[in-house]
C-alpha cells in the first residue's frame, strides 16, 4: 500500500543560517512528486530531511500521520538514489543489489528472489555478472534504482539521478522511471532542476525559492496559471516572454504597441506570454507588434524566432514546422488574448 507524506511547518538551519522556511506540504499516496528550482533552493536538504540524513530544526515530518523526525533513517521504509552511482567497484552487479541485503541478514533465498525481480523490472538480468566499470552510463544508473528497489521500501526518494547522463540518455531514463513508478506505485519524491524532467514526469511539482514553496500543483495547472513571475518564467522551456507594459485608455501598451485586454489592471504591468503562444499568422489572434528578427533556429518540427520589438524589449517565438523567416526581417506578431499573462508590481499573478 502506498504512503503518504506530510510536511507541518518545516525548517532547516545551519548555525544562524536559516535555509528552509516553513514549508507546508502533503503528497498523497502514490504521487510522484517532483520538487524543482534553481541551485541553492533548498530542493535537496529537503530531501534529505525526509530521508533523515539531516536533521530537522523545527517543525514535523508524518508519514502515514506518524510522526518521523527523530526516526533514524533505517526505519523509515524509504531507499534513496543518489545523483552519483556509488556503486562498488569490485563487486559484480549481482553482489552490488545483494550487499544490503546481507547485511540485514536477509535469508540466501530472499535475497535472490528480490535481486531477480529488480533485475526483471529494470531489464538487467545480462548484467548480473559484470563489474561497474563494464556497464554504461545509464546501466549504472539502473544497478543504482535497483540497489533500492530490493529493499521494497514505502517511498523512492531521487536526488537528481540523471545529472551524469548525456541528453539522449537522460529521456530514455526519464521514460524508464516513470516505467517503474506505474509498474510499483510506490510513493516518490524527486529532485531536478530540470524542468522538462519535472512537467513530463510528475504528478504534482512543488517549485522552491530560497527555501519556502512558490506553487505547487499539477504540472499543466502551474504551466497555465502561474502564481507569480518566478513560477511564469521558471516552468517552460523557453522560458516565458516578460514585457513591461501600461494601461491606456482601456488597452495594454508597450512603445508603439498596443493590445486590447478585458482585464481590469491600472499602471504598469508585466505582460507575459510563452513563445509558444505566439504566431506570425496574419488572422490568428490580436496583433501586437511589429518585431525585427535578430536570430533565427530551424529545428526541423519547430521554427525559433528570437526578435526585438520597437521599444527594444526582447521577444522570443516558437513557430510550429518549417517557416522561411529571414534574419534582420520586420514582421508582425499576433497572440492569442486568452493566454495571455498578467502581473503586478510586486510579481503576483492578475487573474
Known amino acids: 500500500m502506498a504512503t503518504s507524506i506530510e510536511l507541518r511547518q518545516i525548517h532547516k538551519a545551519y548555525g544562524d543560517v536559516p535555509v528552509i522556511h516553513g514549508v507546508d506540504l502533503t503528497i498523497e499516496p502514490g504521487d510522484f512528486t517532483v520538487f524543482v528550482g534553481p541551485s541553492g533552493c533548498g530542493k535537496s536538504t529537503l530531501l534529505r530531511m525526509i530521508a533523515g540524513l539531516e536533521p530537522i530544526t523545527g517543525g514535523d515530518l508524518l508519514i502515514d500521520g506518524q510522526r518521523m523526525n527523530e526516526v533514524p533513517a533505517a526505519k523509515r521504509g524509504i531507499a534513496m538514489v543518489f545523483q552519483s552511482y556509488a556503486l562498488y567497484p569490485h563487486m559484480n552487479v549481482y553482489q552490488n543489489l545483494a550487499f544490503g541485503l546481507e547485511t540485514a541478514r536477509m535469508p540466501r533465498a530472499e535475497i535472490a528472489t528480490r535481486v531477480q525481480r529488480a533485475a526483471e523490472i529494470l531489464k538487467i538480468e545480462p548484467l548480473l555478472k559484470r563489474k561497474p566499470k563494464q556497464l554504461s552510463g545509464g546501466q549504472r544508473q539502473r544497478v543504482a ?143 501586437f507588434a511589429d518585431v525585427r528578427v535578430d536570430l533565427v533556429e530551424n529545428l526541423g518540427g519547430q521554427t525559433v524566432v528570437y526578435a526585438t ?23 508582425e506578431v499576433y497572440v492569442d488574448p486568452q493566454k495571455v499573462h498578467l502581473f503586478d508590481a510586486q510579481g503576483m499573478a492578475i487573474r
Not at 203 to 214: A, F, H, Q, S, T
Not at 309 to 331: F, K, P, S
Open 145 to 287: 534504482i535497483g540497489r533500492a528497489i530490493v529493499r521494497e521500501p514505502k517511498i523512492f526518494l531521487f536526488d537528481e539521478p540523471l545529472s551524469n547522463l548525456d541528453a539522449e540518455l537522460r529521456v530514455a531514463m526519464r521514460v524508464e522511471i516513470a516505467k517503474l513508478h506505474n509498474d510499483l506505485g510506490n510513493t516518490m519524491i524527486y529532485v531536478t532542476h530540470d524542468q522538462v524532467e519535472a512537467m513530463t514526469m510528475a504528478d504534482k511539482i512543488v517549485v522552491l525559492r530560497n527555501g519556502i514553496i512558490e506553487q505547487a500543483g499539477a504540472p499543466l495547472e502551474l504551466y497555465n496559471t502561474p502564481n507569480n513571475l518566478f513560477v511564469a518564467g521558471f516552468i517552460g522551456s523557453p522560458k516565458m516572454n516578460f514585457l513591461t507594459v501600461t494601461e491606456e485608455n482601456g488597452a495594454l501598451r508597450s512603445g508603439g504597441n498596443s493590445l486590447s485586454l478585458d482585464r481590469d489592471v491600472a499602471g504598469a504591468v508585466t505582460l507575459g506570454i510563452r513563445p509558444e503562444h505566439i504566431t506570425i499568422v496574419g488572422g490568428s489572434g490580436l496583433k
Open 309 to 331: 520589438a520597437g521599444d527594444g524589449q526582447a521577444l522570443t517565438m516558437v513557430l510550429e514546422g518549417q517557416r522561411g523567416v529571414e534574419l534582420g526581417a520586420t514582421i
